[in-house]
């Protein structure tokens, strides 16, 4: 079946459209996520979020997610392909996160993914999210990921990279402990705001001092480039007990600061070091307003060029995960089908 | 002619077939997800067509369920193919008969099949009362999904895919597992 001459809607497509048109899909986590793209061109781009459903338990359950990810997954992939105005047979390539991530929640979009590319007898990538995060400040540029220092920062991940090019990736470094959003969502549930944390603390800490308390540093004056945000959490835990009053704004502030601090040091130091001129930032964080704004002022200040993931590509989404596979497709002649999903996929 | 494939995958040792007509036309068995996906891809390539999609949908292992779902849903679209599911248990070669199969956390779950049939959905028991069920069962015939200290007589069996294959009777919209549990879910400190 796979080895069919092309039908004349097929034909159609290519002559009427630019590039091969790719359907990625993307459930590494709590997020059901289809997107289309022809060639660098975002067609649709749709995601089913299961943050209220997990909000009650505080985190993540993962056969909740997996259970969710199952009864979504085909209706997105329809309605990705009705917003885009594509036919299933138009699809060129079927791109789906192999991880890292929950596997469970993995292997439902990975094997959606693998049953469309065998149906249709087309091309599959198996990609990897933290990559997809890495070059997404790249989508929508007129030029495709270059020499840079990339700053992947979420709830899940915290890594420092020099990417050199598509799939010519080199860990700078990375947390030893705690993610920075994992921290983030922490902190908030010590203060008593709804998980997720980060945003509530995004939108508080404006409305509070951030020097009024003196929070650590960890590994700020470390020689490397790995980071440690545990004992921020930890210091607010014996912090909380001492005070009164209206302090919640003051102690966002103040968690935040901290954070950002370390986050801007760090990459700021390794394109210093390592005398890169681009330095890019991507993952639920980087949506962060104090991350972004303190990275454009530390960028100025440098001479350097930043590039930060749009804020709709920050949070997870299939829109990277299909920019990742139009990258990769013209360098793949195979298919991934024989490639399992990997819970603790590798960057490089 | 219709041509169907069967794909069972409840247990650490899936199978899947292809059929025209009922006749076994492929047999596979895989292990893990990545030997399904090429062996769905493999075995219909034999075929200019595919009508229908059969899936075990247990009980069992729910990340080998799913992964088999998926799969099949991800077929359907693309195919335009029918999908269906049928509960793993009848996967069998009798048509009387109990399945015991291990459910986690202590607790086992009892499939009976009479004539061919599944009449009510598989039941939880918990491990202490397996050996005071299978001595009250009616049905003699029983299969166990993984060998267990508390049932050393009992044949360890899984269900195939070649046995689903003319449960048309028990076919069903595909549309996720049988979950016999609600999620375990821990809550943080």
């Known amino acids: ?348 | 002619m219709v041509n169907r494939l069967v794909i069972e995958n409840s247990g650490p040792t899936g199978s899947i077939v292809l059929a025209r007509d009922h006749a076994i036309v492929l047999e596979k068995t895989f292990q893990g997800s990545a030997e399904l996906a090429r062996m769905a891809d493999t075995t219909i390539k034999e075929i200019d067509r595919l009508d229908e999609i059969v899936v075990g949908i247990g009980p069992g292992s729910y990340t080998g369920l799913r992964v088999a779902v998926a799969t099949a849903l991800g077929m359907k679209l693309a195919l335009g193919c029918r999908t269906f599911g049928c509960a793993s248990v009848l996967g069998y070669p009798e048509e009387n008969y109990l399945v015991i199969g291990d459910a986690r956390r202590g607790a086992f779950f009892l499939a009976e099949i009479r004539a061919g049939k599944l009449p009510e959905l598989p039941r939880l028991i918990p491990r202490a009362d397996l050996g005071a069920e299978i001595s009250r069962a009616s049905l003699k015939r029983i299969f166990a999904t993984s060998p267990a200290e508390e049932l050393p007589d009992v044949e360890v069996m899984l269900p195939q895919a070649r046995h689903l294959l003319g449960r048309d009777e028990s076919f069903q919209d595909l549309r996720e597992p049988i979950y016999l549990k609600e999620p375990h879910i821990t809550q943080p400190k």
């Open chain 1, 1 to 348: 079946m796979a080895d069919k001459s092309a039908t004349s809607d097929e034909l159609l497509c290519e002559g009427r459209l630019s590039g091969p048109i790719v359907l990625s899909v993307e459930t590494s986590c709590d997020e059901t996520a289809v997107a289309a793209l022809d060639g660098r061109r975002l067609l649709s781009s749709c995601i089913s979020s299961q943050t209220l459903i997990h909000q009650e338990f505080g985190g993540v359950v993962p056969e909740v997610a997996s259970r969710n990810h199952l009864s979504k997954i085909e209706p997105l992939v329809n309605q990705a392909l009705d917003k885009a105005n594509l036919q299933v047979k138009q699809i060129g390539c079927v791109a789906a996160t192999r991880g890292p991530g929950l596997l469970t929640s993995l292997l439902v979009g990975y094997s959606f993914g693998k049953g469309l590319a065998i149906g249709l007898g087309k091309p599959f990538i198996g990609v990897n999210h933290i990559e997809a995060h890495l070059l997404s400040p790249f989508f929508g540029t007129e030029f495709g990921p270059e020499r840079s220092i990339g700053l992947v920062v979420s709830g899940g991940h915290t890594l420092l990279v020099l990417v050199d090019g598509v799939g010519q990736y080199k860990v700078l470094g990375g947390t030893v402990d705690d993610a920075a959003g994992e921290a983030f969502d922490k902190v908030a549930k010590l203060l008593g705001l709804p998980y997720p944390g980060g945003p509530q603390i995004d939108a508080l800490a404006p409305r509070g001092n951030p020097h009024r308390y003196d929070l650590p540093r960890p590994m700020v004056g470390s020689r490397d480039f790995n980071f440690s945000f545990s004992g921020i959490k930890t210091a607010v835990r014996y912090l909380l007990p001492k005070l009164e009053g209206d302090y919640v704004a003051d102690v966002a502030a103040s968690f935040q600061e901290a954070v950002v601090d370390i986050l801007v040091r760090k990459t700021m130091a390794a394109a210093a070091e390592l005398r890169v001129d681009l330095i890019t930032a991507s993952g639920g964080v980087s949506c962060n307003s104090r991350l972004r704004q303190r990275m454009g002022e530390a960028a100025e200040r440098s001479g350097k060029r930043l590039l930060l993931a749009e804020p709709a590509l920050t949070t997870d989404n299939a829109a990277m995960i299909g920019y990742v596979a139009v990258q990769r497709s013209r360098e793949i002649t195979g298919s991934d089908l024989a490639l399992d999903a990997d819970p603790n996929l590798a960057l490089a």
